[in-house]
C-alpha cells in the first residue's frame, strides 16, 4: 500500500469482491516467504471501531509495534459519534498499511464483515477497538499458522479491569488439531459434563484466521445479532476447519468497561437472542451425522443464553422447580452462595417461590443482604446453592465450601447430567 486509504461507503461491488478473493487465494508458498523474507506478515488486522476514542490511540499504536508489522490494517468506524472517525483519518495519514472505512453504524458484525470484504492478506485477525496486543502476538500466532498451513490459531487473554489484571489462558490444550483429535474437538466444544464450560475461547480476538474460512463463515449472518456475536461465528469455523492450533501464551489484553453499552438491556433484547440461537441452530445442524453431539452443544448454550437473559423460565423448565439443580424441597433451609447477575436472580427465584434463605454469602459482599462466606460454619441449613453458572467458578465456589466445613452430600451446582437428558430428549422429539 502507499498510502493509507480512506473509504466513505461500505458497498463493495460483486466483481471488486471477487478480485480481492482471488487476490486473497493467489498468496502461495512463494509470496508468504517473499513477505517473510520482508520481515511483514500476511496478515490484516480488522478493528471496528464505535466511539473509543479514549481508547483507540492505545489499540493502533499496539498493533503498528508489533515486533513484525503485519501487511494490513483495516479500520471501519461504525458511525462514530465521538472522535474516532478523526482519530482513525490522521493515522492512516500517518501510516501506509492503515486503510479506513466510514459508513453507518450498523453494529459489530456488519463493521466486521464489512472490514473482512477488504482484506487481501492471506491471514486475519481481529481487534476491538478498547482493547490492546502485545508486541510479539502477532508474530507468535503467524509463525505457527504459517509453518502448519493452520486454519485458526489461538491463544489466552489478559482481562485488564483498571489497575487490575487477570491471565486467562486458552482452555484449549497447546498443540495442532486435525483429523482425529480435531474431530474430537468438534464435538466437545462445548463441554457436556461442565456446565457452562467450552473447550476453546470463543471469542474472534485473540486469534489469527484463514480470511477466506472467515468470509465463509460470516456469510449472510443476521447484523441484528447483538449477543453471541463471536459465537456465530468462531465455532462454525472450527467445525469447518481442517486444522486448529492452540498456543500456550496469552497476548490479547481485553478492557473490562465500566461505560460499556455491552451490558445494557434494550426492548428488543429477547428477539435478538431468538435470532441468535436460530442462527447457530441452523448452523450447528448442518452437522448432524458429521459431528457427534452437535445439536446437544447447541441446546447448552441454548440453556446458557437463558440462564442469562431469562432466568425465571430456565429455573422453571421442565416443570422441575428449580431445574437443573435438581429436586429441592419446598421446605429446605437454603443457603445460596454467590451474588454475581445470575446469583441474584436465583436470589429473586427463591423469593418469589417461598423457599426459605438461612443466609446469602460471597467471598467479597458487596450487596445488600450478602455477607462474608466465613459466617458459614455457624449458620444450619438442609443444602447449599451455588448460584453460578461458569464451571470453573464454580469449581472454585465448590473447593471454597468444603474448606469451610460443608459436606459434600450438601452442596448443589447446575447439573450438566440432567442439562444433557434434557437435550437429548428434545433432539429425539425433534428428529420422531
Not at 477488504?118 to 478498547?130: G, N, Q
Not at 455491552?262 to 428477539?271: I, M, N, P
Not at 464454580?394 to 447430567?417: C, F, M, N, W
Request: aromatic fraction near 8%; charged fraction near 25%; proline fraction near 4%.
Amino acid at each position: 500500500m502507499e498510502a493509507g486509504r480512506l473509504k466513505q461507503q461500505n458497498i463493495i461491488g460483486r466483481g471488486a469482491l471477487s478480485k480481492v478473493t482471488e487476490e486473497a487465494s493467489a498468496i502461495g508458498a512463494d509470496k508468504q516467504h517473499e513477505m517473510e523474507m520482508l520481515g511483514t506478515l500476511p496478515l490484516a488486522v480488522v478493528i471496528p471501531v464505535y466511539n473509543a476514542a479514549p481508547y483507540l490511540c492505545q489499540c493502533l499504536d499496539s498493533v503498528l509495534a508489533q515486533t513484525r508489522p503485519v501487511r494490513e490494517i483495516i479500520c471501519v468506524n461504525d458511525g462514530s459519534t465521538d472522535e474516532s472517525g478523526t482519530i482513525l483519518d490522521q493515522y492512516a495519514e500517518a501510516h501506509s498499511c492503515i486503510e479506513v472505512l466510514h459508513k453507518k453504524n450498523e453494529g459489530l458484525l456488519a463493521a466486521r464483515r464489512d472490514g473482512v470484504q477488504l482484506v487481501t492478506s492471506l491471514y486475519v485477525a481481529s481487534v476491538d477497538a478498547d482493547d490492546f496486543v502485545a508486541p510479539e502476538m502477532f508474530a507468535s500466532l503467524m509463525d505457527v499458522a504459517l509453518r502448519e498451513d493452520a486454519d485458526i490459531v489461538t491463544s489466552g487473554f489478559f482481562r485488564e479491569y483498571g489497575e487490575f489484571q487477570m491471565a486467562d489462558p486458552d482452555p484449549l490444550p497447546v498443540g495442532c488439531y486435525r483429523g482425529t483429535k480435531l474431530a474430537e474437538l468438534q464435538s466437545r466444544m462445548i463441554l457436556l459434563d461442565r456446565f457452562f464450560r467450552s473447550s476453546v475461547a470463543s471469542s474472534l480476538c485473540g486469534k489469527v484466521y484463514k480470511a477466506e474460512l472467515l468470509r465463509r463463515c460470516q456469510r449472510d449472518v443476521d447484523p441484528r445479532i447483538f449477543m453471541g456475536e463471536d459465537i456465530v461465528i468462531i465455532l462454525p469455523m472450527i467445525l469447518h476447519a481442517k486444522c486448529v492450533c492452540a498456543l500456550a501464551g496469552s497476548y490479547y489484553h481485553y478492557r473490562y468497561r465500566t461505560d460499556s453499552v455491552a451490558g445494557e438491556r434494550k426492548k428488543d433484547d429477547a428477539e435478538r437472542v431468538a435470532i441468535f440461537l436460530k442462527e447457530l441452530k441452523k448452523r450447528f445442524s448442518t452437522f448432524i451425522g458429521h459431528v457427534p453431539n452437535i445439536m446437544t452443544q447447541w441446546y447448552f448454550i441454548h440453556t446458557y443464553i437463558d440462564m442469562m437473559q431469562h432466568a425465571e423460565s430456565a429455573l422453571s423448565r421442565n416443570g422441575e422447580d428449580l431445574y437443573p439443580f435438581g429436586r429441592v424441597p419446598q421446605d429446605a433451609e437454603i443457603l445460596l452462595y454467590g451474588s454475581g447477575k445470575f446469583g441474584r436472580e436465583l436470589k429473586e427465584y427463591l423469593d418469589r417461590h417461598g423457599y426459605h434463605i438461612v443466609a446469602w454469602v460471597d467471598k467479597s459482599p458487596s450487596r445488600p443482604g450478602v455477607v462474608r462466606r466465613e459466617v458459614i460454619p455457624q449458620l444450619s441449613y438442609d443444602l447449599v446453592l451455588i448460584g453460578i453458572i461458569k464451571a470453573n467458578i464454580a469449581d472454585e465456589a465448590a473447593s471454597d465450601l468444603k474448606h469451610l466445613g460443608v459436606p459434600e452430600e450438601k452442596i448443589r451446582r447446575i447439573d450438566a447430567q440432567l442439562i444433557r437428558e434434557a437435550a437429548e430428549r428434545r433432539c429425539f422429539s425433534e428428529q420422531a
